[in-house]
């Protein structure tokens, strides 16, 4: 069975790269450019990963997983993974706190790093 993946990521440039990666190997990929909507589809629709974005316009990453404590997703064992820039400690350990299971910097990685880390989440079992 295809995995199914959430990128939510405002960058429109980098949404459509990673959805292009991911559907060239044969992911199921959904797409939210900004953070209510990507609550909405979390809450909507099964997904095995969500890759969440944490500087989003309406709500950011850190808003969203601190949503999904109170009101969670719909799939209960989706993995998420926290793809951004953003390197500081303080702010990986909050993600972390509130639930993610990875944390990936964008500008430290290439195309087939992502695609390795993103394989590797998704081989772990809940």
Known sequence: ??????????DQFLREFYQELLTAEGYFIDVAAEGETALQKMWGNEYDLILLDIMLPK????????DLKTHPAKSLNVKIVVLTNLGQDSIIKRCFDLGAQGYLIKSALNPDQVLTEIKSYLQKTP
């Open 59 to 66: 709500k950011d990453g850190l808003e969203i997983l601190n």
């Open 1 to 10: 069975m295809n995995k199914k993946i959430l990128i939510v990521e405002d």
